[in-house]
Every structure is written in structure tokens, then in C-alpha cells.
């Protein structure tokens, strides 16, 4: 299977403990996505990378959180003294490069995503 | 800030009806999508719409853009069941120098067909 991988799938944590989410992106794809999607809500973007570079970030990733693409293939994000709030699933996705001279298209192709639940 | 708003929240319908999910968006974009979500599972791409007045058909699923009312519609003709699942519009934001960026999702419309 070639499609979008994120390990774990599922976290169980106590308050204040960190954890950490992996995400590998399919393979020649050079943008890759973070979002988070509580229960009943669409997915809200949480921070992107062009290859290894952290292009934007939003407003929802606090201080405690913080994400890396070392290399510009896989991704990890973590998060720090988590908190009950914190509880959601985390979802990754990587884009398809565009044709030559345009701009990707934007379609995203999401992973399974990491469920978070923090007690 | 770029909002994306779909009505119904919530959809019931009978197998074999026909019905429209709409998806208003607050900014200009050129660039819309569609996505279908099970329970506990991610998100699958439906559709790419990527112009004023494009139209894609799937099956029983039909979507369109209209860029100049910032409007979108998913349509579904002859429900069955299997199409019983969460459908998420997403548009894209500012297209900078990078190319296309960030997607901003809607809150999503549970459908339910109900045979």
C-alpha cells in the first residue's frame, strides 16, 4: 500500500505527558499536512511543509506543540504536556505536485490518522 | 478568514430520492472540493473542482462550483445506502507564490440513507 501512513493509530495518555505522531507521506509527494478534527467538526488546519520546509503554522498549534520534516519525507508531530483539550483525532496528508510550470492542484490524500485521547 | 459553511448539518433521506448539499464559502477561491468520511475512518477524496462552472459526476454524485456566488453543490440522485456517510466541502485559500495552499473545511453533512 503506497497510500498516506500514521503511526500510531490510536493514543491513550494521562494529562501532562507528551506523545508523538509519525506520518509517512506518499512518496513523491513534496507537501505534506497536519490537521486535527474533533467529534462533529471538520478538520482544521494545523500546519503545513514543502519538503522539510515548515511553511505556515496555525493559530491552534500552541507553544506546546511542534512539528518537524527532517528530511522532507516523513513528518512527526508532537505534543507536549497534553492536556484533555488535546483529545482529537490528528490527521496527515500529502498533495500532489502540480504539473509542470503550476501550481499543484491541492488535492490532499489524508492517512488513517492517530486518535488522541488524553485522561 | 476564510469560512466554509454546508447545510444540512444533518440529512435523512429515503433510497431512491434525490437531494443537494450545499456549501457556501465567505472569500474568493477558485478551488473546491469534496470528501467523504465513514465513521472512524479518514477522508476520501470525491471531487476536484478548480473553475467557475465546472461540474464532475461520480455515479449517483454530482458536484459543481460557482465561483462568482461562492457556491458549491454536491448532488445525489437515486440514494442508496452505501452512500450513507459525512461529506466535507473544502476550499482552498490565497493562491501565493507557493502555489496553492492550505484547504478550510466545512463542518460537514451527515448523511443517512434510509432504505
Known amino acids: 500500500d503506497t497510500g498516506v501512513s500514521q503511526d500510531p493509530r490510536h493514543k491513550i495518555t494521562k494529562r501532562g505527558q507528551n506523545v508523538t505522531f509519525r506520518c509517512d507521506p506518499i512518496?513523491?509527494?513534496?507537501?505534506l499536512y497536519w490537521y486535527r478534527q474533533t467529534l462533529g467538526q471538520g478538520p482544521e488546519f494545523l500546519t503545513y511543509f514543502q519538503n522539510e520546509a515548515q511553511l505556515e503554522k496555525s493559530r491552534l498549534l500552541s507553544d506546546r506543540f511542534s512539528a518537524e520534516r527532517p528530511k522532507g519525507s516523513f513528518s512527526t508531530l508532537e505534543i507536549q504536556r497534553t492536556e484533555q483539550g488535546d483529545s482529537a483525532m490528528y490527521l496527515c496528508?500529502?498533495?500532489?505536485?502540480?504539473?509542470?510550470?503550476?501550481?499543484?492542484?491541492?488535492?490532499?490524500?489524508f492517512g488513517e490518522g492517530s486518535r488522541l485521547t488524553v485522561l | 478568514e476564510l469560512k466554509v459553511e454546508q447545510n444540512p448539518l444533518f440529512l435523512s433521506m429515503q433510497e431512491g430520492k434525490n437531494y443537494t448539499i450545499y456549501c457556501n464559502y465567505s472569500?474568493?477561491?477558485?478551488?473546491l472540493y469534496w470528501y467523504r468520511q465513514d465513521p472512524g475512518k479518514s477522508l476520501e477524496s470525491l471531487f476536484v473542482?478548480?473553475?467557475?462552472?465546472a461540474v464532475k459526476q461520480e455515479g449517483r454524485l454530482m458536484a459543481s462550483l460557482d465561483t462568482k456566488a461562492r457556491l458549491s453543490t454536491l448532488h445525489i440522485t437515486a440514494a442508496v445506502h452505501d452512500l450513507s456517510a459525512t461529506y466535507f466541502c473544502?476550499?482552498?485559500?490565497?493562491?501565493?507564490?507557493?502555489?496553492?495552499?492550505?484547504?478550510?473545511f466545512g463542518t460537514g453533512t451527515r448523511l443517512t440513507i434510509i432504505p
Open positions: 472569500t474568493t477561491s477558485d478551488r
Open positions: 512518496s513523491e509527494h513534496n507537501r
Open positions: 473544502a476550499v482552498e485559500g490565497y493562491i501565493s507564490n507557493f502555489g496553492n495552499e492550505k484547504l478550510t
Open positions: 496528508a500529502s498533495s500532489v505536485p502540480g504539473l509542470a510550470g503550476g501550481p499543484p492542484t491541492g488535492e490532499l490524500f
Open positions: 473542482l478548480l473553475s467557475n462552472g
